[in-house]
Protein backbone atom coordinates (compact mmCIF):
# COMPACT_ATOMS: atom_id res chain seq x y z
CA UNK A 1 0.00 0.00 0.00
CA UNK A 2 3.22 1.91 0.30
CA UNK A 3 3.91 4.63 -2.98
CA UNK A 4 -0.42 4.85 -3.46
CA UNK A 5 -1.77 8.23 -3.47
CA UNK A 6 -5.30 9.68 -4.23
CA UNK A 7 -4.88 9.25 -7.98
CA UNK A 8 -3.69 5.90 -7.35
CA UNK A 9 -6.11 3.28 -9.37
CA UNK A 10 -7.57 -0.41 -9.80
CA UNK A 11 -8.36 -2.04 -12.77
CA UNK A 12 -11.91 -3.03 -13.14
CA UNK A 13 -12.79 -5.96 -15.27
CA UNK A 14 -13.89 -4.02 -17.93
CA UNK A 15 -10.28 -2.67 -18.31
CA UNK A 16 -10.97 0.75 -17.35
CA UNK A 17 -9.31 1.97 -13.87
CA UNK A 18 -11.13 3.16 -11.28
CA UNK A 19 -9.18 5.90 -8.91
CA UNK A 20 -8.96 4.41 -5.32
CA UNK A 21 -10.78 6.73 -3.08
CA UNK A 22 -13.90 8.49 -4.25
CA UNK A 23 -15.71 11.51 -2.97
CA UNK A 24 -19.72 10.94 -2.45
CA UNK A 25 -22.67 13.07 -3.13
CA UNK A 26 -25.31 11.50 -1.13
CA UNK A 27 -27.42 14.21 1.04
CA UNK A 28 -25.21 17.19 -0.34
CA UNK A 29 -28.07 19.73 -1.33
CA UNK A 30 -28.13 20.66 -5.17
CA UNK A 31 -27.64 24.05 -3.98
CA UNK A 32 -23.91 23.48 -2.86
CA UNK A 33 -23.27 20.39 -4.99
CA UNK A 34 -21.10 22.09 -7.38
CA UNK A 35 -19.19 23.92 -5.10
CA UNK A 36 -18.26 21.03 -2.73
CA UNK A 37 -17.42 18.98 -5.42
CA UNK A 38 -14.94 21.57 -7.40
CA UNK A 39 -13.53 21.73 -3.87
CA UNK A 40 -13.02 18.00 -3.53
CA UNK A 41 -12.04 18.24 -7.05
CA UNK A 42 -9.19 21.11 -6.36
CA UNK A 43 -8.63 18.64 -3.26
CA UNK A 44 -7.34 15.84 -5.94
CA UNK A 45 -9.95 13.51 -5.76
CA UNK A 46 -10.79 11.72 -9.51
CA UNK A 47 -13.52 10.05 -8.72
CA UNK A 48 -17.19 11.07 -7.96
CA UNK A 49 -20.27 9.05 -6.39
CA UNK A 50 -23.34 10.26 -7.60
CA UNK A 51 -27.01 8.80 -8.56
CA UNK A 52 -30.17 9.72 -10.10
CA UNK A 53 -31.63 9.94 -6.47
CA UNK A 54 -29.18 12.05 -5.10
CA UNK A 55 -30.15 14.64 -7.63
CA UNK A 56 -26.86 16.32 -8.09
CA UNK A 57 -26.36 14.35 -11.31
CA UNK A 58 -25.68 17.18 -13.02
CA UNK A 59 -23.52 19.32 -10.84
CA UNK A 60 -21.37 16.15 -10.73
CA UNK A 61 -20.72 16.35 -14.10
CA UNK A 62 -20.56 20.36 -14.31
CA UNK A 63 -17.86 20.70 -11.52
CA UNK A 64 -15.28 18.99 -13.29
CA UNK A 65 -14.99 22.31 -15.78
CA UNK A 66 -15.33 24.51 -13.28
CA UNK A 67 -12.56 22.99 -11.40
CA UNK A 68 -10.68 23.29 -15.23
CA UNK A 69 -10.36 19.64 -15.64
CA UNK A 70 -11.34 17.28 -18.86
CA UNK A 71 -14.38 15.24 -18.53
CA UNK A 72 -11.77 12.55 -19.43
CA UNK A 73 -9.92 13.34 -15.85
CA UNK A 74 -12.71 12.73 -13.82
CA UNK A 75 -13.98 9.06 -12.93
CA UNK A 76 -18.13 9.52 -12.97
CA UNK A 77 -20.73 7.13 -11.29
CA UNK A 78 -24.12 7.56 -11.46
CA UNK A 79 -26.78 5.02 -10.54
CA UNK A 80 -29.93 3.57 -12.12
CA UNK A 81 -33.02 5.03 -9.98
CA UNK A 82 -34.56 2.01 -7.38
CA UNK A 83 -37.63 2.65 -8.21
CA UNK A 84 -36.67 1.98 -12.37
CA UNK A 85 -37.17 -1.61 -12.26
CA UNK A 86 -37.49 -3.49 -15.39
CA UNK A 87 -35.80 -2.63 -19.01
CA UNK A 88 -37.72 0.00 -19.64
CA UNK A 89 -37.86 1.96 -16.57
CA UNK A 90 -33.72 1.21 -16.26
CA UNK A 91 -33.41 2.56 -19.92
CA UNK A 92 -35.16 5.64 -19.24
CA UNK A 93 -33.59 6.32 -15.50
CA UNK A 94 -30.35 5.98 -17.47
CA UNK A 95 -30.80 8.54 -20.83
CA UNK A 96 -32.26 10.88 -17.77
CA UNK A 97 -28.61 10.58 -15.95
CA UNK A 98 -26.96 11.51 -19.52
CA UNK A 99 -29.46 14.20 -20.26
CA UNK A 100 -29.20 15.52 -17.24
CA UNK A 101 -25.14 15.76 -16.46
CA UNK A 102 -24.41 16.70 -19.82
CA UNK A 103 -22.08 13.93 -20.86
CA UNK A 104 -22.05 10.91 -23.12
CA UNK A 105 -21.03 8.68 -20.99
CA UNK A 106 -20.77 7.90 -17.12
CA UNK A 107 -17.11 5.86 -16.26
CA UNK A 108 -19.87 3.56 -13.72
CA UNK A 109 -23.30 2.68 -13.78
CA UNK A 110 -24.94 0.69 -10.56
CA UNK A 111 -28.27 -0.33 -10.08
CA UNK A 112 -28.73 1.45 -6.93
CA UNK A 113 -30.72 -1.54 -5.63
CA UNK A 114 -32.23 -5.28 -6.14
CA UNK A 115 -35.97 -4.01 -6.07
CA UNK A 116 -38.40 -5.04 -8.55
CA UNK A 117 -38.38 -8.83 -8.27
CA UNK A 118 -36.32 -11.38 -10.07
CA UNK A 119 -38.18 -9.63 -13.54
CA UNK A 120 -37.34 -6.60 -12.51
CA UNK A 121 -33.81 -6.41 -11.66
CA UNK A 122 -32.75 -8.72 -14.79
CA UNK A 123 -34.61 -6.47 -16.69
CA UNK A 124 -32.28 -3.66 -15.32
CA UNK A 125 -29.44 -5.29 -15.81
CA UNK A 126 -30.29 -5.74 -19.76
CA UNK A 127 -30.85 -2.08 -20.25
CA UNK A 128 -27.20 -2.04 -18.21
CA UNK A 129 -25.64 -4.19 -20.32
CA UNK A 130 -27.32 -2.32 -23.59
CA UNK A 131 -25.96 1.20 -22.31
CA UNK A 132 -22.10 -0.44 -21.73
CA UNK A 133 -22.62 -1.55 -25.63
CA UNK A 134 -23.35 1.69 -26.86
CA UNK A 135 -21.11 3.52 -24.92
CA UNK A 136 -23.06 5.12 -22.25
CA UNK A 137 -21.66 3.24 -19.48
CA UNK A 138 -18.00 2.16 -19.20
CA UNK A 139 -18.26 -0.32 -16.44
CA UNK A 140 -21.42 -1.38 -14.74
CA UNK A 141 -22.37 -3.57 -11.66
CA UNK A 142 -24.98 -3.34 -8.86
CA UNK A 143 -25.55 -1.94 -5.37
CA UNK A 144 -27.19 -3.43 -2.35
CA UNK A 145 -27.43 -7.22 -4.07
CA UNK A 146 -27.55 -9.71 -1.61
CA UNK A 147 -25.69 -12.58 -2.22
CA UNK A 148 -28.94 -14.45 -3.52
CA UNK A 149 -29.66 -11.65 -5.89
CA UNK A 150 -25.62 -11.87 -6.99
CA UNK A 151 -26.26 -15.65 -7.67
CA UNK A 152 -29.84 -14.76 -9.67
CA UNK A 153 -27.67 -12.46 -11.91
CA UNK A 154 -24.28 -14.60 -12.15
CA UNK A 155 -26.53 -17.26 -13.42
CA UNK A 156 -28.64 -14.86 -16.10
CA UNK A 157 -25.61 -13.85 -17.44
CA UNK A 158 -24.01 -17.64 -17.86
CA UNK A 159 -26.83 -18.29 -19.59
CA UNK A 160 -26.28 -15.47 -22.08
CA UNK A 161 -27.77 -12.73 -20.71
CA UNK A 162 -24.42 -10.55 -21.12
CA UNK A 163 -22.81 -8.35 -19.05
CA UNK A 164 -20.33 -8.87 -16.31
CA UNK A 165 -20.61 -8.27 -12.47
CA UNK A 166 -17.87 -5.71 -12.57
CA UNK A 167 -18.22 -3.70 -9.81
CA UNK A 168 -20.07 -3.79 -5.98
CA UNK A 169 -21.04 -1.39 -4.09
CA UNK A 170 -21.78 -2.02 -0.16
CA UNK A 171 -22.25 0.24 2.87
CA UNK A 172 -18.81 -0.93 4.80
CA UNK A 173 -16.81 -0.23 7.94
CA UNK A 174 -15.91 -1.94 11.18
CA UNK A 175 -19.24 -2.75 11.71
CA UNK A 176 -20.43 -4.07 8.28
CA UNK A 177 -17.80 -5.80 6.98
CA UNK A 178 -19.85 -8.27 5.16
CA UNK A 179 -17.34 -11.13 5.05
CA UNK A 180 -20.25 -13.36 2.51
CA UNK A 181 -20.21 -10.46 0.12
CA UNK A 182 -16.84 -9.16 -0.18
CA UNK A 183 -15.99 -12.78 -0.65
CA UNK A 184 -18.21 -13.55 -3.55
CA UNK A 185 -17.24 -10.81 -5.24
CA UNK A 186 -13.98 -10.47 -4.97
CA UNK A 187 -13.26 -14.15 -5.69
CA UNK A 188 -15.05 -13.30 -9.42
CA UNK A 189 -12.54 -10.35 -9.68
CA UNK A 190 -15.41 -7.74 -8.77
CA UNK A 191 -14.09 -4.40 -7.29
CA UNK A 192 -15.88 -3.82 -4.13
CA UNK A 193 -16.77 -0.16 -3.15
CA UNK A 194 -17.41 1.03 0.23
CA UNK A 195 -20.51 3.33 0.60
CA UNK A 196 -20.22 5.24 4.25
CA UNK A 197 -17.35 4.13 4.58
CA UNK A 198 -17.42 6.89 8.19
CA UNK A 199 -20.01 5.27 9.40
CA UNK A 200 -21.64 8.09 9.00
CA UNK A 201 -19.46 9.83 11.32
CA UNK A 202 -21.74 7.62 14.36
CA UNK A 203 -18.78 5.85 15.67
CA UNK A 204 -15.37 8.45 15.68
CA UNK A 205 -15.07 8.66 19.99
CA UNK A 206 -15.57 4.40 20.51
CA UNK A 207 -12.33 3.41 22.54
CA UNK A 208 -10.54 1.78 19.59
CA UNK A 209 -10.88 4.45 16.90
CA UNK A 210 -9.59 7.01 19.33
CA UNK A 211 -6.38 4.51 20.53
CA UNK A 212 -5.60 3.47 17.02
CA UNK A 213 -6.16 7.27 16.10
CA UNK A 214 -3.65 8.23 18.70
CA UNK A 215 -1.17 5.55 17.69
CA UNK A 216 -0.73 6.75 14.15
CA UNK A 217 -1.57 10.59 15.18
CA UNK A 218 -4.28 10.60 12.52
CA UNK A 219 -8.14 10.91 12.78
CA UNK A 220 -10.86 8.58 13.16
CA UNK A 221 -12.38 9.54 9.66
CA UNK A 222 -8.59 8.73 8.76
CA UNK A 223 -8.28 5.42 10.69
CA UNK A 224 -11.80 4.21 8.80
CA UNK A 225 -10.72 4.97 5.61
CA UNK A 226 -7.39 3.24 5.79
CA UNK A 227 -9.06 0.35 7.13
CA UNK A 228 -11.53 0.50 4.18
CA UNK A 229 -7.95 0.59 1.56
CA UNK A 230 -6.70 -2.09 3.46
CA UNK A 231 -9.33 -4.75 2.91
CA UNK A 232 -9.23 -3.67 -1.01
CA UNK A 233 -12.36 -1.64 -1.17
CA UNK A 234 -12.91 1.82 -2.76
CA UNK A 235 -14.20 3.85 -0.18
CA UNK A 236 -16.46 6.55 -1.08
CA UNK A 237 -16.50 9.03 1.84
CA UNK A 238 -18.46 12.31 1.95
CA UNK A 239 -18.22 15.54 3.37
CA UNK A 240 -19.40 19.22 2.53
CA UNK A 241 -17.26 20.76 4.73
CA UNK A 242 -13.74 21.97 3.11
CA UNK A 243 -11.28 21.25 5.60
CA UNK A 244 -12.69 17.17 6.23
CA UNK A 245 -13.03 16.80 2.20
CA UNK A 246 -9.04 17.79 2.37
CA UNK A 247 -8.60 15.71 5.72
CA UNK A 248 -10.47 12.85 4.22
CA UNK A 249 -7.62 12.50 1.17
CA UNK A 250 -4.74 12.51 3.39
CA UNK A 251 -4.20 8.98 3.87
CA UNK A 252 -1.43 7.68 2.09
CA UNK A 253 1.51 8.46 4.70
CA UNK A 254 0.78 5.55 7.12
CA UNK A 255 -0.22 2.20 7.17
CA UNK A 256 -2.54 0.03 9.78
CA UNK A 257 -0.56 -2.72 10.98
CA UNK A 258 -1.95 -6.16 11.70
CA UNK A 259 -2.85 -5.42 15.36
CA UNK A 260 -5.03 -2.42 14.35
CA UNK A 261 -6.67 -4.34 11.64
CA UNK A 262 -7.52 -7.32 14.48
CA UNK A 263 -8.68 -4.77 16.57
CA UNK A 264 -11.23 -3.26 14.19
CA UNK A 265 -12.53 -6.51 13.50
CA UNK A 266 -15.99 -6.93 14.44
CA UNK A 267 -19.01 -9.37 14.27
CA UNK A 268 -21.12 -6.58 14.03
CA UNK A 269 -23.75 -6.05 12.02
CA UNK A 270 -24.96 -2.56 12.56
CA UNK A 271 -25.94 -0.86 9.10
CA UNK A 272 -26.03 3.00 9.43
CA UNK A 273 -28.32 3.16 6.10
CA UNK A 274 -30.57 1.19 4.22
CA UNK A 275 -30.21 -2.47 3.86
CA UNK A 276 -31.92 -3.71 0.80
CA UNK A 277 -29.61 -6.60 0.58
CA UNK A 278 -31.61 -8.32 2.94
CA UNK A 279 -34.63 -7.76 0.35
CA UNK A 280 -36.23 -11.78 -0.37
CA UNK A 281 -38.52 -11.70 -3.19
N1 LIG B 1 -25.34 2.83 -2.94
C1 LIG B 1 -26.00 3.24 -1.88
O1 LIG B 1 -27.10 2.77 -1.57
C2 LIG B 1 -25.40 4.30 -1.02
C3 LIG B 1 -25.96 4.58 0.24
C4 LIG B 1 -25.35 5.55 1.03
C5 LIG B 1 -24.23 6.21 0.58
N2 LIG B 1 -23.71 5.94 -0.66
C6 LIG B 1 -22.52 6.67 -1.20
O2 LIG B 1 -21.47 6.68 -0.22
C7 LIG B 1 -21.15 8.02 0.13
C8 LIG B 1 -20.73 8.13 1.57
O3 LIG B 1 -21.70 7.58 2.44
P1 LIG B 1 -22.51 8.44 3.51
O4 LIG B 1 -22.64 9.82 3.01
O5 LIG B 1 -23.72 7.67 3.84
O6 LIG B 1 -21.61 8.37 4.83
P2 LIG B 1 -20.09 8.62 5.30
O7 LIG B 1 -19.23 9.05 4.17
O8 LIG B 1 -19.72 7.43 6.09
O9 LIG B 1 -20.28 9.79 6.34
C9 LIG B 1 -20.66 11.09 5.99
C10 LIG B 1 -20.81 11.86 7.31
O10 LIG B 1 -19.53 11.91 7.98
C11 LIG B 1 -19.18 13.27 8.20
N3 LIG B 1 -17.74 13.39 7.97
C12 LIG B 1 -17.10 13.40 6.78
N4 LIG B 1 -15.77 13.52 6.96
C13 LIG B 1 -15.57 13.59 8.29
C14 LIG B 1 -14.41 13.74 9.08
N5 LIG B 1 -13.19 13.81 8.53
N6 LIG B 1 -14.56 13.78 10.44
C15 LIG B 1 -15.79 13.69 11.00
N7 LIG B 1 -16.93 13.54 10.30
C16 LIG B 1 -16.81 13.50 8.95
C17 LIG B 1 -19.98 14.08 7.19
O11 LIG B 1 -20.23 15.39 7.68
P3 LIG B 1 -20.06 16.74 6.80
O12 LIG B 1 -20.59 16.48 5.43
O13 LIG B 1 -20.87 17.70 7.57
O14 LIG B 1 -18.59 17.06 6.80
C18 LIG B 1 -21.27 13.28 7.10
O15 LIG B 1 -22.12 13.61 8.18
C19 LIG B 1 -22.43 8.79 -0.21
O16 LIG B 1 -22.22 10.17 -0.32
C20 LIG B 1 -22.83 8.13 -1.50
O17 LIG B 1 -22.05 8.61 -2.57
C21 LIG B 1 -24.27 4.98 -1.45
Redesign the pocket.
Known amino acids: MHGLSLVSTRKILSGYDIPMLGY????VPVEVAEDVTVKALKAGYRHI?SAAVYRNERESVSAVEKAGLKRSDVFLTT?VSPRATGYEAAKESIRGSLEKAKTDYFDLILL?APFGAKEGRLGAWRALVEAQKTGKARSIGV??FGVHHLEELEEYIQSGGGGRIEVG?Y?LHPWLARADLVDWLHKRGAVVEA???????TR?NEPTIQAISKKHKK?P?QILIRWSLQKGFVP??????PE?IK??TDVFDFELDEHDMKLLHTEEYSPC?WDPTTQRD
Open positions: GLYQDKHSNQEYSPLARGMTALPKSATRENA
